[in-house]
């Protein structure tokens, strides 16, 4: 699992104030810094949505992004690319602790949307 945090030196950004996202990778239970990737904010530019998807396109190979806040538009162009987010408190600094907490809450729900897709299927085969 990749996980995208918006913010660096131990920030948490809203997704579309954010000038860069930190990449960590979850293997073998244990989390592997990918490095930072450099982002152009979104928020109060002219051209609002196209910056907006050119975020989502810089974090498109990540599984869930942890963000401060985030608005309706940038929820559309993360959900195009199949990217999950989860809010966390903008005054945690402790990223060992968002990582742990944005790992276990993905988790969750996908066994959550498994089971859903489990109920609903035994409901169309009945």
């Given at each position: 699992?990749?996980?995208?945090?918006?913010?660096?030196?131990?920030?948490?950004?809203?997704?579309?104030?954010?000038?860069?996202?930190?990449?960590?990778?979850?293997?073998?239970?244990?989390?592997?810094?990918?490095?930072?990737?450099?982002?152009?904010?979104?928020?109060?530019?002219?051209?609002?949505?196209?910056?907006?998807?050119?975020?989502?396109?810089?974090?498109?190979?990540?599984?869930?992004?942890?963000?401060s806040g985030i608005g309706p538009a940038a929820e559309d162009a993360l959900d195009r690319k199949g990217i999950n987010f989860q809010?966390?408190?903008?005054?945690?600094?402790?990223?060992?602790?968002?990582?742990?907490?944005?790992?276990?809450?993905?988790?969750?729900?996908?066994?959550?949307?498994?089971?859903?897709?489990?109920?609903?299927?035994?409901?169309?085969?009945?």
């Amino acid at each position: 699992m990749k996980i995208a945090i918006a913010g660096y030196s131990g920030r948490i950004s809203h997704f579309g104030k954010t000038e860069a996202f930190s990449i960590f990778k979850w293997q073998d239970g244990v989390f592997e810094n990918m490095g930072m990737r450099v982002n152009t904010p979104a928020c109060h530019s002219e051209n609002h949505l196209e910056m907006l998807e050119k975020s989502a396109e810089l974090i498109s190979d990540c599984d869930v992004v942890a963000v401060s806040g985030i608005g309706p538009a940038a929820e559309d162009a993360l959900d195009r690319k199949g990217i999950n987010f989860q809010l966390v408190d903008h005054n945690e600094t402790d990223m060992e602790k968002v990582l742990v907490l944005v790992r276990e809450g993905t988790e969750y729900w996908k066994e959550i949307i498994k089971r859903k897709k489990q109920i609903w299927q035994e409901k169309l085969n009945k």
